[in-house]
């Protein structure tokens, strides 16, 4: 990924951009059998079933970032995984590797993430829907307006800062 992107993923911002990315789409397939002996396929569903790479954190609360991650890890719960510019699924991080001799304010890491699904189909990387601010309003309206909650809104857009008034022409991130 060429342009600045922060990843977020359990409500924890991950602050540089990942080396690499890779997004793994899978399909998954029925089979019935017919009466006459014939196989019939269908497709259950197609979606994103991993997405892995690597990043660098770096500054004074790298490490910090990384404790964050890995408590994440090993609470084995999903969580919304969001990439701007790309989407947000809802993942468990299923790896988390260090892969270079740590240094001051300096870690490379190694990262994988499996989507979860319900079981009657998959969850696809669906891409961010966004919603231009007019003059005067507030988040509380976008919220109202939209029907995502207002908490919602205040963790798909870190960068606002008061709720209460947003510059005209401000993109916010409604789901």
């Known amino acids: 990924m060429s342009k600045a992107t922060v990843m977020r993923f359990g409500g924890l911002n991950i602050p ?4 690499n990315l890779k997004i793994v789409r899978s399909k998954k397939i029925n089979s019935v059998r017919l009466i ?11 979606g994103v079933s991993k997405i892995y790479g690597t990043a660098e954190l770096y500054g004074s609360g790298c490490f910090g970032v990384y404790e964050k991650l890995l408590r994440l890890r090993f609470q084995n719960r999903s969580e919304i995984l969001a990439i701007p510019e ?15 001799e740590a240094r001051k ?4 890491i190694g990262f994988e993430f499996r989507t979860v699904t319900d079981g009657r189909k998959a969850e696809k990387l669906m ?3 966004t919603y231009t601010a007019s003059e005067g309003e507030s988040l509380w309206d976008i919220a109202y307006n939209s029907g995502t909650a207002i908490e919602k809104l205040v963790e798909l857009n ?3 800062r008061n709720i ?9 991130r409604i789901y």
């Open 86 to 100: 790309v989407g947000a699924v809802r993942a468990v991080l299923s790896d988390l590797t260090v892969l270079c």
């Open 105 to 108: 304010d300096f870690l490379e």
């Open 158 to 160: 870190p960068s606002i």
């Open 16 to 19: 540089h951009n990942p080396k």
């Open 127 to 129: 891409p961010y829907k």
């Open 36 to 46: 006459d002996g014939e196989d019939r396929l269908s497709d259950v569903f197609e």
């Open 164 to 172: 209460n008034s947003l510059d005209e022409g401000k993109e916010v």
